[in-house]
């Protein structure tokens, strides 16, 4: 099979789908991953496909890549957000202060950490709604205007919290070789005072987030010291993220034997 016969193959699957990993693609096209990464390259710089974090995305996957709504992403991929945040409450240790941010994954995570002798400080609307009639953890909330959509308080002019948290749980959008990425302009600003008070920063991101691309940067890459995401990891993507400098923890998912 010629390079251009392999390209036209590639652009011809992106048709039927967003996103395509260098594993799948070398599986389909029995050639080694530096001729399928040269492949994506070249696909990138002609402008037929978009290369991402472990793989290609078709350039309308790319373009239509928005944020959906907290009570809409809450009902995504359940399994795996809740195995994630199991694993992240095992970093936690009592007495602990720790800020957890927006996002469904980490709504799973403080759910559980409600009943911990610790303390939680948060700027997700959702979060503390909940955590105000349930459980034991010291709570504190960050001030500013609720913005519904991401379901988040924030006050450009509110100074950082005023205490050090041994970690900052974040969620994501997408994840790639530049950090944590967000399609809502206000996430990273929201995000910037915590990165500000934290001692490690802890990425709670399912595997369907590493193929995703969004607009705006909130975390860079050699900030994360930890991404925690599910068994449906690409091995193309942890390698990429360790060569980075990024502890990469895997949780198995619900019914998942390993």
Do not use: W
Request: net charge negative.
């Amino acid at each position: 099979m010629t390079e251009t016969e392999r390209q036209r193959q590639i652009i011809t699957m992106l048709e039927t789908r967003p996103f395509a990993t260098v594993r799948e693609l070398i599986d389909m096209l029995s050639v080694s991953p530096a001729t399928i990464r040269r492949d994506i390259e070249k696909l990138h710089e002609a402008g037929e496909a978009r290369k991402v974090f472990g793989g290609v995305a078709s350039l309308t996957a790319a373009a239509r890549t928005h944020a959906l709504p907290f009570a809409q992403s809450s009902d995504l991929a359940v399994d795996a957000k809740r195995a994630i945040a199991a694993m992240a409450e095992g970093l936690c240790r009592d007495g602990d202060m720790v800020m957890v941010a927006g996002g469904s994954t980490c709504h799973q995570l403080g759910l559980r950490l409600a009943a911990r002798s610790i303390g939680l400080y948060t700027n997700s609307m959702p979060l503390a709604a909940a955590l105000g009639t349930q459980g034991i953890c010291q709570l504190s909330v960050a001030g500013g205007a609720l913005h519904r959509e991401p379901g988040i308080l924030y006050d450009p002019k509110a100074p950082p919290p005023d205490f050090f948290a041994s970690r900052l749980f974040l969620g994501a959008q997408g994840v790639g070789p530049e950090g944590v990425m967000e399609s809502h302009p206000l996430l990273p600003k929201a995000t910037a005072p915590m990165l500000e008070r934290a001692d490690d920063v802890i990425v709670l991101a399912d595997s369907r987030k590493l193929a995703v691309r969004a607009r705006f940067l909130s975390c860079p890459i050699d900030r994360i010291s930890t991404l925690i995401t599910d068994d449906g990891v690409q091995d193309d993507d942890v390698r990429i993220l360790e060569d980075a400098g990024v502890a990469v923890l895997v949780a198995p998912r619900a019914g998942d034997k390993t």
